[in-house]
């Protein structure tokens, strides 16, 4: 009989653990200091490594991270990853990204990173990156939208970016979304300053 009670008091009390539990960890996570990929090389207690996985679309850049303390990252929207051969491609982050970074807690993240340099070449593999933030208006208004609707389709993406970074046609960018499309379009034709094209145009993308 005891133990019918004990079993039935913790099958009620869960329920109540889980919420503070989960409440102590959000909790948690909004006192910490949030800090910029852009910013952490001048941080003391935080090591990084910022490398290319290869390819010039999507998840092709790891970020490999350690730190002393924790604390959140930042990854915002229009962050840059210049290679050091500058015969490669600068990639543009399309999407604002936060992470929980663990005191004394290694972590390896991939991050979604897209060309604006068409004619350049593709990074290499385990080429090393340094950071920088988009100066440019029309291209952080883009990944703005980008990471506003969560848009995850990469071909509408990196075509999207080289309409403003490249000329690229629009009638390139086409999303499913009928809605998100017609946005998208019209988004880009105010920042180029073109019209909105009547067709779509598809190609391959190599990334």
């Known amino acids: 009989m005891k133990n019918r009670f004990i079993k039935n008091s913790l099958k009620l009390l869960l329920p109540f653990l889980i919420l503070f539990f989960s409440y102590s960890f959000v909790l948690k996570s909004n006192r910490l200091a949030t800090i910029l990929l852009s910013e952490v090389a001048d941080q003391p207690n935080i090591t990084t490594r910022i490398k290319s996985i290869g390819g010039h679309s999507g998840k092709c850049v790891e970020l490999k991270i350690t730190s002393k303390k924790d ?12 290679p050091a051969d500058e015969g490669e491609q600068t990639l543009v982050a399309p999407i604002a990204m936060t992470y929980i970074i663990k005191k004394n807690v290694p972590r390896t993240i991939k991050i979604d990173g897209y060309c604006t340099e068409s004619s350049d070449r593709s990074p290499k593999s385990e080429g090393i990156f340094s950071l920088g933030l988009t ?23 990196q075509e999207a970016v080289w309409c403003v970074t490249d000329d690229e046609s629009i009638a390139n960018v086409h999303l499913g979304d009928p809605a998100q499309n017609k946005a998208l379009r019209s988004l880009l034709a105010k920042v180029t300053r073109k019209e909105i094209p009547w067709h779509s145009a598809s190609r391959e993308i190599e990334t």
């Open 71 to 82: 604390f959140k990252l930042k990854i915002p929207a229009g962050t840059l990853y210049y």
């Open 135 to 157: 100066q440019d208006t029309a291209l952080q208004t883009l990944v703005d939208f980008i990471s506003k609707y969560k848009i995850q389709d990469k071909g509408a993406i």
